[in-house]
Nanobody, 121 residues
Framework: QLQLVESGGGLVQPGGSLRLSCAASGFQVDAYAIGWFRQAPGKEREGILCISSSGGSTNYADSVKGRFTISRDNAKNTVYLQMNSLKPEDTAIYYC??????????????WGQGTQVTVSS
């Protein structure tokens, strides 16, 4: 069965950086599109970035343009979210997900458990 496990979250000061990992099992990360999402308290889940099976990226959130980057290490079967210049508004639980499609679809059906990112001084 497929699994997605996020890690790398934690407490970071404003302006700092974190790299989140999404480790996949049960499938190869270059077989399907993988997306990163986040959910802040009291707010709906927000799409951030997606990487397609071919390696192209799709941005879902204007608020992270120029600060966040999605990447993939096929040998480690892991997708990453590099987050730079972090702001308190980035505080949220971050999730990775796949729709089991090669392209970055609108709907994602398979989710990890999430990892908490807190940006505070």
């Amino acid at each position: 069965q497929l699994q997605l496990v996020e890690s790398g979250g934690g407490l970071v000061q404003p302006g700092g950086s974190l790299r989140l990992s999404c480790a996949a099992s049960g499938f190869q990360v270059d077989a399907y599109a993988i997306g990163w999402f986040r959910q802040a308290p009291g707010k709906e889940r927000e799409g951030i970035l997606c990487i397609s099976s071919s390696g192209g990226s799709t941005n879902y959130a204007d608020s992270v343009k120029g600060r966040f980057t999605i990447s993939r290490d096929n040998a480690k079967n892991t997708v990453y979210l590099q987050m730079n210049s972090l702001k308190p508004e980035d505080t949220a639980i971050y999730y990775c997900a796949t729709s089991l499609r090669s392209y970055c679809a609108r709907v994602y059906n398979y989710w990890g458990q999430g990892t908490q990112v807190t940006v505070s001084s």
